[in-house]
T-cell receptor
Framework: DGGITQSPKYLFRKEGQNVTLSCEQNLNHDAMYWYRQDPGQGLRLIYYSQIVNDFQKGDIAEGYSVSREKKESFPLTVTSAQKNPTAFYLC?????????????FGPGTRLTVL | GENVEQHPSTLSVQEGDSAVIKCTYSDSASNYFPWYKQELGKRPQLIIDIRSNVGEKKDQRIAVTLNKTAKHFSLHITETQPEDSAVYFCAASWSGAGRRALTFGSGTRLQVQP
């Protein structure tokens, strides 16, 4: 299970605040991903990055932002523009950016808006 | 884009029985089909995957079958054990320009009754 870490495990946010979720990997993977998971639903892609300094929007990017300044790190910012941010957020990485490469997930961050 | 439907949403079996979870996909270009297991509060973990050049793949008590003509694939778990209880997700993707991420099904909650 090692190799991909996320912090914090739990995060509470007041309405109107931006918060940043951390994702780090030491697997030397080129590609990294952010997913959102809501109860009873599958994983929905927020953003992904195939290489440093490059990233693309996924299916539900509105209200989120990312950066990829280092290969090891892919932080996700949940902005105040995200109307319903309470969810479980999962980061993943794969050796390359091909969608058929195995993705390995981090332990997740549970975000709750108060 | 790709759409993956997964059934059933919940499945309860007696220990020792078999469990079958089915997924259908919409994009005929999809050629990679992984299955993930997620225990409560934990990260999803890859348990088996299949590529379009084979019709079946087995790993001990787990098997996956693929019917590309009908665009569906299934997960089979034999001799179920209580530790198999979890949420299982199917996913689909294809390798090629313009596609860089998995599309997940909505998940199946499997309960194995001792």
């Amino acid at each position: 299970d090692g190799g991909i870490t996320q912090s914090p495990k739990y995060l509470f946010r007041k309405e109107g605040q931006n918060v940043t979720l951390s994702c780090e990997q030491n697997l030397n993977h080129d590609a990294m991903y952010w997913y959102r998971q809501d109860p009873g639903q599958g994983l929905r892609l927020i953003y992904y990055s195939q290489i440093v300094n490059d990233f693309q929007k996924g299916d539900i990017a509105e209200g989120y932002s990312v950066s990829r300044e280092k290969k090891e790190s892919f932080p996700l910012t949940v902005t105040s523009a995200q109307k319903n941010p309470t969810a479980f957020y999962l980061c993943a990485s794969s050796i390359a950016g091909d969608s058929t490469d195995t993705q390995y997930f981090g332990p997740g961050t549970r975000l709750t808006v108060l | 884009g790709e759409n993956v439907e997964q059934h059933p949403s919940t499945l309860s079996v007696q220990e020792g029985d078999s469990a079958v979870i089915k997924c259908t996909y919409s994009d005929s270009a999809s050629n990679y089909f992984p299955w993930y297991k997620q225990e409560l509060g934990k990260r999803p973990q890859l348990i088996i995957d299949i590529r379009s050049n084979v019709g079946e793949k087995k790993d001990q008590r787990i098997a996956v079958t693929l019917n590309k003509t009908a665009k569906h694939f299934s997960l089979h778990i034999t001799e179920t054990q209580p530790e198999d209880s979890a949420v299982y997700f199917c996913a689909a993707s294809w390798s090629g320009a313009g596609r860089r991420a998995l599309t997940f099904g909505s998940g199946t909650r499997l309960q194995v009754q001792p």
